[in-house]
């Protein structure tokens, strides 16, 4: 008897699986699908939610080459058959076939895109696919079909075409050059018109994106009218930012609407869906007390902010296929803290800047290198910290090197402590402490640029104000 073994095939995710087949006098039994050993053996934890049995009658009988809008694993449960898959996804492998005999002892995960279709080799033959969409009437309108018969495919039946049992629609689709190739899916970028949103969209060009007047994160009924089929990945960047106001009560009712109860219903999304969730996290999720961040590090929020960054990662996290990203300080194309003090340098003002207040800067190009690298390298799913590398440094030491770099003396940033700065001001507490270590994403072979050498470039482009 053999053993469970996954097996890759000249069509990449296509993949062949020998079953153990168990047989006595009284028959055979055999375990069709096995999510926990499968899985750690390289399939693709698919969800399956529909099972789908065709019974054919005779041998010969064919069925088209059809590449649907779901993943599914193919299997027999009784008779033979000869299988037929054929890439029709966009791409270098468009137009590969792969052929197998396969009774009860053989699988295939079929994912997404690749042209499946059989032909049986003995009578009564009964023929099962799991798959992980539901079957409808309007899916089938997005079903890509490639002829039996193409010449270039060049497909070996066993029982020639002429002498098979298939249907007119399979006799008349179309030949492999009349057919457009299945798009690959695409990233869905939300709050593109933030700092990190307008990074992510010039990073990743072919991603579509949605600000918040397009998306309204905050209306239940709005996340229904997007075509999530359409995406494998949904990077949240929208989020209530601002602190101070947060602790209002206005503030505080759409800090918690925003990045607490939006996020939840995008985890349901995502997971419903099969989509990579990728959830932007603060340093405001600690209370500062250590000196250094770690990711499994127990939330302490200080204030709502913080509370509602936290309560968001916990949604974000209840979808097994998350990434959440945590992030400090961050600096990229719009209104933020460097910008704000190379202004006033430009102006010649001399500002008082907080000095005990520790952490790094976090450009909006690192972030979004990391989470591209993240998802390309298949990185494992959970919580990882990203901000620029190198020393820990104060707000004021920030302001100091920006002034230096605009010609102005550094000394003329006036160093105060947090009490001092508040002092008469309505503003929430912030952590002491925020720098987040790095050593988790630079395992996965990501390394973020040094702070200072990111600063100085990213000042070197930023316009003296008029």
Same mark, same amino acid.
């Given at each position: ?5 996954? @097996? ?44 789908? $049995? ?29 299988? $037929? ?57 997005? /079903? ?85 089929? @359409? ?8 989020? /209530? ?42 340093? /405001? ?5 250590? &000196? ?58 001399? &500002? ?35 901000? @620029? ?31 001092? /700065? ?41 316009? &003296?104000?008029?």
């Amino acid at each position: 008897m053999a053993e469970l073994k996954v @097996s890759p095939t000249a069509i990449p995710g296509l993949l062949r699986v020998d079953l153990p087949v168990h047989g006595d006098n009284r028959g055979w039994f055999k375990e069709n699908w096995q999510r926990q050993k499968m899985v750690a053996l390289g399939l693709p934890d698919f969800q399956p939610v529909q099972n789908n $049995v065709s019974f054919n009658s005779l041998a010969g009988a064919t069925r088209g080459i059809h590449a649907e809008p779901w993943d599914k694993l193919v299997s027999v449960a009784t008779g033979r058959i000869f299988g $037929v898959w054929v890439d029709l996804r966009e791409g270098p492998t468009f137009g590969t076939v792969v052929t197998a005999e396969m009774g009860p002892e053989t699988a295939f995960f079929v994912p997404e895109g690749v042209g499946n279709a059989f032909q049986t080799l003995v009578d009564a033959t009964a023929y099962s696919y799991l798959v992980n969409d539901h079957w409808s009437a309007a899916a089938r309108d997005s /079903y890509t079909f490639v002829n039996l018969a193409d010449e270039r495919l060049a497909i070996a039946w066993p029982i020639p075409l002429d002498e098979a049992e298939h249907s007119d629609a399979d006799r008349t689709h179309p030949r492999l050059h009349e057919v457009t190739p299945v798009a690959p899916k695409r990233m869905l970028i939300l709050g593109a018109n933030g700092q990190l949103g307008r990074e992510l969209r010039r990073q990743y060009p072919t991603a579509d994106a949605l600000g918040r007047d397009e998306l309204d994160l905050t209306d239940p009924a709005a996340l229904d009218s997007v075509s999530w089929h @359409s995406y494998d990945a949904v990077v949240n960047a929208a989020a /209530y930012t601002s602190v101070d106001s947060a602790e209002t009560p206005e503030g505080r009712r759409a800090a918690w609407a925003v990045n607490a109860t939006a996020t939840g219903r995008l985890a349901r999304v995502a997971a419903g869906h099969r989509l990579t969730l990728v959830h932007i996290s603060s340093d /405001y999720v600690f209370d500062g007390t250590n &000196p250094v961040h770690v990711e499994t590090e127990p939330f302490s929020p200080l204030g709502v902010y913080g509370q509602t960054k936290a309560a968001g990662d916990g949604l974000a996290a209840s979808h097994e296929r998350h990434y959440i990203v945590r992030t400090s300080w961050v600096i990229g194309d719009g209104h933020n803290f460097v910008r704000t003090m190379a202004g006033l340098a430009d102006r010649g003002v001399k &500002p008082s800047v907080i000095d005990d207040q520790h952490g790094r800067l976090s450009f909006t190009s690192d972030i979004a290198g990391g989470i591209g690298h993240l998802l390309r390298a298949n990185a494992p799913f959970g919580t990882y910290n990203l901000t @620029s590398a190198g020393d820990t440094v104060t707000w004021a030491d920030i302001a100091a090197a920006v002034f230096q770099a605009r010609g102005r003396d550094p000394r003329d940033v006036t160093r105060v402590s947090t009490d001092e /700065y508040a002092a008469g001001k309505a503003i929430a507490p912030r952590p002491t402490h925020s720098t987040l270590d790095l050593a988790k994403i630079q395992g996965t072979g990501y390394v973020p640029r040094d702070g200072r050498s990111a600063l100085a470039a990213y000042l070197e482009a930023l316009e &003296p104000e008029a």
